[in-house]
């Protein structure tokens, strides 16, 4: 089975800072990677698909890179709007795991 | 609109059963793998089992196999969960999760969830 971990597992910074997400896989998933930003008591939107795809409606100061094992996840200017916790997950092939999830709150 | 509703959440004593429904609208039922993904009361989330029509392929995170079925009502467009034996460590919400076409693919619409609780 294919484990995904992330770094951090959280962090605090100023409104427009620019906030790096880091996600790696137990072995190659091409850029078969997803982006999920989950708000307190709220369910989980998908912001990023193929690693590097913005879903229609996220805000362009989201993006993602990295492709096989190592991928990144980008808030250009972070917002108080963007306070949440983040997840990464392979969708490769089944189990389709998700990260640990990175804990993103305001200084 | 995709709309995906879960139910059957409740209260349930470890070792017992329970059954999940999702039922879906908005798109054409069995075009799109639907998926169910839980996550406990302040943890992660969790995949736990996937259908894909087309291939009938069915997938199931080790945590449950063995215990959770997935089966489903085409005519009434509702997938379902039939969750046995249950352990406290399988108390979350659980999320009726549209994915793409095939099994694989991102996960696009999630429903609100539902609550299930294993205590004595």
């Known amino acids: 089975d294919i484990q995904m971990t992330q770094s951090p597992s959280s962090l605090s910074a100023s409104v427009g800072d620019r906030v790096t997400i880091t996600c790696r896989a137990s072995q190659g998933i091409a850029n078969y990677l997803a982006w999920y930003q989950q708000k307190p008591g709220k369910v989980p939107k998908l912001l990023i698909n193929g690693a590097s795809t913005l879903q229609s409606g996220v805000p362009s100061r989201f993006s993602g890179s990295g492709s096989g094992t190592d991928f990144t996840l980008t808030i250009s200017s972070l917002q108080p709007e963007d306070v949440a916790t983040y997840y990464c997950?392979?969708?490769?092939?089944?189990?389709?795991?998700f990260g640990p999830g990175t804990k993103v709150g305001i200084k | 609109e995709v709309q995906l509703v879960e139910s059957g959440g409740g209260l349930v004593q470890p070792g017992r059963s329970l059954r999940l429904s999702c039922t879906a609208s908005g798109f054409i039922f069995d075009h799109y793998a639907i998926h169910w993904v839980r996550q406990a009361p302040g943890k992660g989330l969790e995949w736990v089992s996937g259908i894909n029509w087309s291939s009938g392929n069915i997938e199931y995170a080790d945590s449950v196999k063995g215990r959770f079925t997935l089966s489903w009502d085409s005519a009434k467009n509702s997938l379902f969960l039939q969750m046995n034996g249950l352990r406290t460590e399988d108390m979350a919400f659980y999320y009726c999760v549209r994915g793409s076409l095939w099994l694989g693919g991102p996960f696009a619409h999630w429903g609100q969830g539902t609550l299930v609780t294993v205590s004595s």
């Open positions: 997950q392979n969708y490769k092939s089944a189990p389709f795991t």
